[in-house]
């Protein structure tokens, strides 16, 4: 994998791009939440799109239905301080999940509702999480939609890596199921 893996960069000054060298875990066994996991964006849509499917071939259709089960229940504390975190997954630029509502699922974060902005559209029922360089996933799997911005920049949180995955999420969203 290290022989295929795509050069990492570091955004520098005046929205320049830099190579940085790529963060290899050296046990990726003993990393945790997926880190140390590598793919190729082919591989990654193949395992998101199982996802979508009926009769998921990767793992059991019970497995796939708990993934995107919501695991907090509706005012708990647990679910209100993880809704108010400073670790709280925003995949989106200028809070756009500002006041709304959200729960966990075992694979990311749920949105309970539509969001509707006018620069950001995320349907209710999506699942979406990111990585350290800025890539990101969503999955709706009442729409039959998934989606992968792909990147390899640095740092975590990039403005304008966000920014680009916020347009991106959006045109998906707003082509496809609007």
Known sequence: MKKILIQMSVRGEVDTLLES???LSPDPVAEGG???CYASVHD???V???LLRDAPRLSRKETVDTLF???FPDNSPSLAG???SNVTYKP???DSLKGVTINYGLAGILVIEDVVRENYFRPKGTMSWSGVANMVWGINRE???AWLWATQVLPFGDRGELELAVRFETAVWRSLVM
């Open 21 to 23: 060298p790529t963060p």
């Open 34 to 36: 997926g880190g140390g």
């Open 44 to 46: 990654y849509t193949r």
């Open 48 to 50: 998101l799109s199982d």
């Open 69 to 71: 089960t919501a695991q």
């Open 82 to 84: 993880l809704q108010t």
């Open 92 to 94: 989106t630029l200028d």
């Open 143 to 145: 729409r039959g939609v």
